[in-house]
């Protein structure tokens, strides 16, 4: 082989390797930049659990937005009723974490989130919903200890050891007479036979009444009122709520 053919072999396999070792290259910054790229997207938020930062500025500014046009206010515009342990309104919003234990926990789905209408440090904090159960302390599922209680990780809900939770009122009922299908002359008293804490009464013409000092605000009366689907009654009334519902401590004497 001359000098010349040598000079062109060798060439050609220097030439190869360096193809092939760029060829490497490429794939090697291919890999690392679509891994890259995945890492990113991860950290956007792209498989549904995160949330990037473009959308929590723009939530924010939202928010602001609407409490400057008045829509949404930052403290709650009224009382709201609170599970048991959570009476005490400041401790709560300053302690509660948002984990939604005591909403997972409440066997009678009896406690609900905030929703944001109710003011921005109240969202997603827990309240009582007495539209289709009510609350009973847990004395059946848990021996009188209320579970959402028992699993919540801070002092948001708390009780003082050795009080008996269902001597600790939540709420009280009000009764609107207006509204009540028993004022009406219809006979209906079921907000009495589902109390079973003796915290209504009846009356001489056997209409339900409120026992203030018993009622501990279990929402067992509110949960069993039909007055709403007496429907030309509602109407007529002007009905927007049932007829006997829990209000937050404090709030009766206020109405």
């Known amino acids: 082989m001359s000098i010349e053919d040598e000079k062109a072999v060798g060439g050609k396999v220097a030439s190869d390797d360096v193809a092939v070792g760029g060829a490497a290259g490429k794939a090697a910054s291919d890999a690392a930049g679509e891994a890259g790229g995945k890492a990113v997207c991860r ?17 924010i500014g939202g928010i602001t937005a609407l409490l400057g046009l008045g829509c949404l206010s930052f403290a709650p515009k009224s009382p709201v009723v609170r599970p048991p342990g959570g009476q005490d309104e400041a401790r709560l919003i300053a302690s509660c974490i948002r984990c939604e234990r005591c909403v997972e926990a409440c066997p009678h ?8 209408e109710n003011g921005v440090v109240s969202m997603r904090t827990p309240e009582m919903t007495f539209s289709d159960d009510f ?5 059946t599922e848990n021996g009188g200890v ?57 009356d001489e013409y056997r209409c339900p009444t409120v026992v203030n000092d018993a009622c501990n605000g279990c929402g067992a009366c509110e949960a069993a009122c ?14 927007t709520s049932k007829a006997i519902v829990v209000r937050p401590l404090g709030m009766i004497e206020s109405i």
Not at 43 to 59: E, F, P, V
Not at 135 to 139: A, L, P
Not at 226 to 239: E, F
Request: aromatic share 6%.
């Open 109 to 116: 789905d009896a406690i609900k989130l905030s929703h944001i």
């Open 135 to 139: 609350c009973n302390f847990c004395e």
């Open 226 to 239: 039909v007055s709403l689907t007496n429907g030309s009654l509602a109407m007529s009334s002007g009905a």
């Open 146 to 202: 209320p579970l959402c209680v028992e699993v919540c990780p801070t002092s948001a809900l708390s009780l003082p050891a050795g009080i008996v939770a269902s001597e600790e009122p939540i709420g009280k009922a009000e009764l609107i007479r207006d509204w009540c299908l028993a004022y009406h002359d219809t006979g209906c008293h079921v907000c009495y036979e589902a109390c079973p804490y003796e915290a209504i009464d009846l």
């Open 43 to 59: 950290s956007q938020g792209d498989d549904g659990r995160g949330i990037t930062r473009r959308s929590l500025l723009y939530g």
